[in-house]
């Protein structure tokens, strides 16, 4: 079980947390004539990378603030954890 | 009554205490203290089981956790406990156990037959000997082969022990209380270390209970028993025995397993059986000690032949002789701790030693004592088969190749000794990468992956000095990262007899001229020539070689034969051990019962369960409850023998007739608020909701980002910026989850906060015609009239002084409100709308009736956004806006979405008006076409129509629209019933929806 760092609460035992996938998926935005490739890889296509990730997790019972997790998807290792507001370029 | 082979002046178990227990039906004495091992072996019982494979007899080979061989099943209370090994089960009065895998019994088992025919069992025998006929496989071998196959049965009945977990947090774990747990333990706990010492048996102390040494001018028993009452005592330690840490897992999280009273005749009422510890370790310290070696010779599986370690533990912890003329059978120094202590009990052991001229201080000792040692000498083959009953032994040449003077001894037991094996499994499973020991024969530990370090003999340090140092040491530096206390504990003098050098000699060739089965693996029935079968079939990979042979599998782990095993592949393979490399590590490193795992989570305690305030009227007034998500909500209210088809339809009417009261607490709530909620809303939902006026509600429905209905429900503007969001009970969750991911990550800018409100409000949903005359009863003071409060209006209202909120929805289809109160004034609103209620024949009504109501009106539900179904499949396209873009808008126009054909909902009636058309029914054209039967869609809700009384579905099928009139056939091949239908719209009562704006 991992020890995911919350910038909101500490460090806290995974089974608070909800995975959420991909933190670097950006959502079209609302109005925007897109292609369909373009929705389709938006919607539906994730790179599963072995190494660095950068992933989504909700502190559901805690704090419910999604946060962003720099993991390594091999190891494990988790290098920093941010605030949702943060690494938004 | 005596024993033959229990000693009168040594050993740990309380003679004071006597305690009986049956093995296979037969009555046996042993002390508290015993395992069941050494209370069978006291009383000169060897054979205990069959092996897996061959069916050879089974006796102790081993004196914990290493034991591959007696694994019996427990029974209690008339409950089974499969994969107990006897050597870590200790007894207690009424205990009862028995062999597994023999039939009909341990001394006679027919599976034996296996041993002689075992040319059709090779390795990987189930991949080639049961393949022909293919239509056998099924009905013959495969039952032939479970029948003989496995240890124990588990039991069918539900387990009534009680199992906890817990959490807990800690500076430093160390697993095992032998010399170097000890002392990292005590120099850590010194230095103000938050300290955990975990010891899977039940006494502490590890080798320090059976070995002849010094520490701080004490014997080791000592100084063990000193170290860890004073752990004891301190606050900062938390010692556990009878646990074993049995799994390693990411970010330093350690799961240990606690055996509390597994050793007891009867669990207190709330004494749990086993308790599972997950523990989160600052540092780990690795103290799991080493296991002895098997030596590889001929039928090295017959009971009677064990490691040397055990039977000096059998002497000095239990006072127990594991035979009176024993043979050892050494290439180091351990087996002569083991001559010297059956030596001074009064039995005279002859030594075998591998090796040519070895000298230590023990050997001397040995020699003085007048024990007899042969040097260069092997057992070629013990004889005997349910026992040891003597030994072939042999001269073997300095290469040690050739054997000579091949001689028949007679014995009773055979001590091996083939030097130790560190335990690294728990480092293996942190990541650690293991390196080769040339020195030792074995992997240690490499570089740490996590935080942990393995310390003594785990870590390949055989001499105590060195463990000692070591681990005092480790115990300080690793303490002092944590807490700085700088606190440094001296460290003991320690006096030791034994050397550490080994002869690399592990595996007895063959004399010429015979066959004698060599086992490695001692649990799986593995021998030497079932690995040499396999690298000539051509295996390489080791991990290929342990599925093909299943060497070091099952609940053994290869704890005594990984290592042969290695050694074997690699003299094949002209390699080196650390080239061939060892399989992997996998947690658990002993079984854990599935009970431990689970704990408290079972039966209605897997998931919360959640009642609404009016729960206890419900439970009063007969109402028969059902689980919905976490809710238990009332099904029907039974009145006398009616049946849950007829009190659905009897509540249903009157919901149609009079009016009736539901409870509908459990919808969720959320509240949205802020000045851009609106906007928000307007893009969660499908439909516009700039405009939605202070004061109304409106019905919406939300997306996925791939077009799928996400969830259903009304939202009403109690105010400028604040509304009052309802979502179906099973999504609550999710919804509350996917609007914060869109506030927090995608939209940022929108001003907006959501929280759940479920718990805050108790709702009632009245409906029926006579509703609002029940209203205008209930709130007096209040506008009720349909021009004041019209359909989709709001108001707030007072209920006898109770604040409540009335919504003017309607999910039945009648007319219909829904009130809300706090919930803690829900019992009190409830029983007033009854009482009040009653002039109006007012009926509760639950689930049941509330689904026949909701069908029948058309009225889409969880059974049809499935997760499948986009707005159109469920005619909710007139929702979606054309004008404003939201979530999952650009997926509706996806080809599939689009595509004339769509599904679409209707409703389906069978023609002869009678039959029920079982959900999850097929609706085809022709009932009799080839299969598969090309289906146009699936009904996915019935109900008995109160309206028509006849039975009415929802079905989702091809071009629905365009089937309405159309006779076709609905099959259920589960219910084996095939009915020919009518497809009529899906709005069957009421389609222009006249009754909800009355």
Same mark, same amino acid.
């Given at each position: 079980?991992?020890?995911i760092f ?6 806290? &035992?995974?089974n608070?947390?909800a ?5 670097t998926?950006?959502?079209p ?7 369909d ?9 994730r790179?599963?990378?072995?190494? =660095?990730?950068?992933?989504?997790w909700?502190?559901?019972s805690g704090?419910?603030?999604?946060i962003?997790?720099e993991?390594?998807?091999?190891? /494990?290792?988790?290098?920093? $954890? ?5 690494l938004?370029? | 009554m ?6 009168d ?6 003679r ?5 227990f #049956?093995?296979n ?14 209370? *069978?072996?006291a009383?000169?019982?060897?054979l205990v089981?069959r ?7 089974r006796?102790?080979?081993?004196v ?5 061989y007696?694994i ?9 406990d499969p ?10 009065d ?9 039939w009909?019994?341990?001394?006679f088992d027919?599976g ?13 025998f ?15 071998y ?5 029948m ?8 069918i ?18 697993t095992?209380?032998g ?10 706990? =010194?230095?103000?270390?938050r300290v ?7 006494r ?8 002849d ?6 014997t ?8 860890i009452t ?11 025995n009878r ?9 330093n999280?350690?799961?240990?397993s ?14 749990p ?7 989160r370790?600052?540092e780990v310290?690795i ?5 002895e ?8 599986d017959?009971?009677?032949v064990?490691l040397?370690?055990a039977?000096?533990?059998y002497?000095?912890?239990y006072?127990? *002789? ?9 290439n180091?120094?351990?087996g002569?701790? $083991?001559a ?10 002859l030594?075998l030693?591998?090796r ?12 003085n ?5 042969k ?9 005997g088969?349910?026992k ?14 050739? *054997? ?6 007679? %014995?009773?037991c ?8 560190p335990?690294i /499994?728990?480092?293996?499973?942190s ?8 020195? @030792?024969d ?8 996590q935080?942990?370090n393995t310390i ?10 060195? #463990? ?5 040491d ?18 003991p ?6 050397s550490s050098?080994?002869?690399?000699f592990?595996c ?12 490695l ?5 593995v ?9 000539r ?6 991990e /290929?070689? =342990?599925?093909?042979? #299943?060497?070091?599998?099952a ?5 005594t ?13 002209n390699?080196?051990?650390?080239q ?7 947690p ?10 689970v ?9 919360? #369960? ?11 007034n ?16 039974k009145?006398?023998n009616?049946?849950?088809f ?9 919901v ?6 539901c ?17 928000f809303?307007?893009?969660v939902?499908?439909n516009?909701w700039l405009?939605?006026p202070v004061?109304k509600a ?8 791939d077009g799928?209905?996400m969830?259903?429900g009304?939202?009403?503007?109690i105010?400028e ?5 309802? $979502? ?6 999710n919804?509350l989850?996917?609007l914060?991911?869109?506030?927090? *990550?995608?939209?940022?800018e ?8 479920t718990?805050?409000?108790a709702?009632?949903a009245i ?15 209040t ?8 359909f989709m209006?709001?108001?707030e209202?007072?209920l006898?002084? @109770?604040?409540a909120?009335?919504y003017r929805?309607?999910? &039945? ?5 829904e009130v809300n109160?706090e919930?803690?004034?829900g019992?009190?609103?409830w ?15 639950g689930?049941e009736a509330l689904s026949t ?8 539900a ?8 986009i707005p ?9 806006s ?6 999952g ?8 979405f689009?595509k ?11 023609l002869?008006?009678?039959?029920s058309?079982?959900?999850g029914?097929?609706?085809v054209k022709d ?8 289906k146009?869609g699936?009904v996915?809700?019935? %109900?008995? &129509?109160?309206?028509y ?8 099928i ?7 009139g ?5 099959? &259920? ?6 009915i020919p239908?009518?497809i ?6 009421d389609?222009?929806g006249?009754?909800?704006?009355a």
């Amino acid at each position: 079980m991992l020890y995911i760092f919350c910038p909101h609460c500490g460090s806290r &035992s995974q089974n608070e947390f909800a995975y959420g996938g991909d933190a670097t998926v950006k959502r079209p935005e609302l109005n925007k004539e897109i292609s369909d490739q373009e929705w389709n890889n938006f919607v539906y296509l994730r790179k599963s990378p072995r190494g =660095k990730h950068l992933e989504l997790w909700h502190h559901i019972s805690g704090c419910r603030q999604w946060i962003k997790v720099e993991r390594d998807t091999s190891t /494990h290792e988790i290098f920093k $954890t941010y605030k949702a507001e943060e690494l938004t370029e | 009554m005596s024993q033959d082979f229990r000693l009168d002046n040594i050993g740990m178990v309380n003679r004071n205490k006597k305690i009986s227990f #049956t093995f296979n039906g037969k009555k046996y004495f042993g002390y508290e203290g015993d395992t069941i091992a050494s209370a *069978l072996i006291a009383n000169g019982v060897h054979l205990v089981g069959r092996s897996f494979k061959y069916h050879r007899p089974r006796g102790f080979f081993g004196v914990g956790v290493d034991e591959p061989y007696a694994i019996l099943q427990l029974e209690r209370n008339n409950e089974r406990d499969p994969n107990i090994r006897a050597t870590e089960q200790e007894i207690f009065d009424g205990l009862e156990v028995k062999s597994v895998n023999c039939w009909p019994s341990v001394n006679f088992d027919i599976g034996a037959i296996n041993n002689f025919l075992r040319m059709f069992f090779p390795a990987g025998f189930y991949y080639k000997t049961f393949m022909w006929p293919p239509s056998f496989w099924y009905k013959i071998y495969e039952p032939f082969i479970r029948m003989a196959a496995g240890f124990g049965e588990a039991s069918i009945k539900h387990d009534k022990e009680r199992y906890e977990h817990k959490y807990e947090y800690c500076d430093l774990l160390i697993t095992g209380s032998g010399p170097s747990g000890l002392a990292s333990a005590y120099a850590a706990a =010194k230095n103000g270390a938050r300290v955990i010492l975990a010891e899977d048996k039940p006494r502490y102390g590890g080798s320090l209970l059976t070995s002849d040494v010094n520490i701080g001018n004490q014997t080791g028993t000592e100084w063990s028993e000193k170290i860890i009452t004073e752990l004891k005592s301190m606050s900062n330690v938390i010692v556990k025995n009878r646990s074993q840490v049995f799994g390693y897992y990411d970010h330093n999280m350690l799961v240990m397993s606690e055996r509390i009273s597994d050793h007891l005749p009867k669990t207190q009422k709330y004494l749990p059986k086993q308790r599972l510890w997950y523990i989160r370790a600052k540092e780990v310290l690795i103290s799991s000690g080493s296991i002895e070696r098997p030596l590889v010779f001929g039928n090295n599986d017959t009971p009677g032949v064990m490691l040397s370690s055990a039977a000096k533990e059998y002497m000095k912890v239990y006072g127990v *002789l594991v035979g009176k003329k024993p043979l050892i059978f050494t290439n180091n120094d351990s087996g002569y701790e $083991t001559a010297i202590e059956f030596k001074k009990n009064g039995v005279n052991p002859l030594i075998l030693d591998t090796r040519k001229e070895p000298s230590s201080d023990i050997i001397t000792e040995a020699k003085n004592l007048g024990i007899e040692i042969k040097y260069s000498y092997v057992v070629v083959a013990a004889k005997g088969y349910k026992k040891v009953k003597s030994a072939d032994i042999a001269k073997i040449s300095e290469n040690k190749k050739d *054997l000579s003077n091949i001689e028949n001894i007679e %014995c009773d037991c055979i001590c091996v000794s083939g030097f130790w094996t560190p335990s690294i /499994h728990l480092a293996s499973q942190s990541g650690n990468k293991s390196e080769f020991n040339e020195k @030792i024969d074995a992997f240690v530990p490499k570089k740490s992956k996590q935080k942990e370090n393995t310390i003594g003999s785990a870590n390949g340090k055989f001499t105590l000095e060195e #463990t000692i140092n070591e681990a005092f040491d480790k115990g300080y530096e690793v303490s002092n990262k944590i807490t700085e206390n700088n606190n440094k504990v001296s460290i003991p003098t320690v006096v030791e007899k034994k050397s550490s050098e080994h002869d690399k000699f592990w595996c007895v060739p063959l004399p010429k001229g015979k066959s004698y089965k060599r086992f490695l693996d001692f649990q799986n029935d593995v021998a030497v020539t079932d690995i040499e079968l396999a690298l000539r079939e051509g295996f390489r990979s080791i991990e /290929h070689v =342990k599925r093909y042979t #299943t060497l070091g599998m099952a609940t053994d782990q290869g704890k005594t034969s990984n290592l042969n095993g290695l050694q074997l592949v690699s003299d094949i393979e002209n390699k080196v051990v650390p080239q061939v490399g060892h399989t992997t590590f996998r947690p658990p490193y002993t079984p854990v019962s599935i009970g431990a795992i689970v704990g408290r989570e079972v039966g209605k305690h897997s998931k919360p #369960t959640r009642k609404s305030p009016m729960h206890e009227w419900h439970k009063k007034n007969n109402a028969v409850f059902v689980d919905a998500g976490v809710w238990l909500r009332p099904r029907y209210y039974k009145q006398g023998n009616e049946t849950l088809f007829e009190a659905s339809k009897r509540e249903a009417k009157n919901v149609r007739k009079n009016v009736g009261v539901c409870d509908v607490t459990t919808l969720g709530k959320i509240d949205v608020k802020g000045p851009d909620a609106a906007e928000f809303l307007n893009r969660v939902y499908t439909n516009a909701w700039l405009k939605l006026p202070v004061g109304k509600a409106r019905y919406g429905v939300m997306l996925r980002e791939d077009g799928i209905v996400m969830d259903d429900g009304t939202t009403t503007r109690i105010s400028e910026n604040h509304y009052h969001m309802t $979502t179906t009970t099973a999504q609550a969750a999710n919804v509350l989850s996917h609007l914060e991911y869109y506030l927090q *990550l995608v939209w940022p800018e929108l001003n907006v906060n959501v929280v759940s409100t479920t718990e805050q409000w108790a709702g009632a949903a009245i409906a029926g015609p006579n509703s609002r005359a029940l209203l205008m009863k209930l709130f007096p003071n209040t506008n009720v009239s349909n021009e004041d409060l019209p359909f989709m209006g709001y108001k707030e209202a007072d209920l006898f002084g @109770i604040p409540a909120k009335i919504y003017r929805i309607s999910f &039945s289809g009648e007319l219909a409100y829904e009130v809300n109160v706090e919930s803690d004034y829900g019992n009190f609103m409830w029983e007033k709308i009854i009482e009040v209620g009653k002039e109006f024949q007012i009926q509760p009504y639950g689930t049941e009736a509330l689904s026949t109501l909701r069908i029948e009106m058309g009225h889409v539900a969880g059974s049809e956004l499935d997760g499948r179904t986009i707005p159109h499949d469920a005619s909710l396209e007139g929702l979606v806006s054309k004008k404003k873009d939201f979530i999952g808008k650009r997926s509706l126009s996806r080809s599939a979405f689009t595509k004339p054909d769509r599904e679409k909902i209707v409703g389906v009636v069978p023609l002869d008006k009678k039959t029920s058309i079982p959900e999850g029914s097929y609706i085809v054209k022709d009932p009799k076409a080839k299969l598969p039967n090309p289906k146009l869609g699936h009904v996915s809700a019935s %109900c008995w &129509s109160v309206e028509y009384d006849n039975p009415f579905s929802l079905a989702i099928i091809k071009d629905g629209k365009n089937m309405i009139g159309q006779k076709l056939f609905a099959m &259920s091949p589960l219910k084996n019933k095939t009915i020919p239908v009518e497809i009529v719209s899906s709005h069957y009562v009421d389609p222009e929806g006249k009754r909800v704006r009355a």
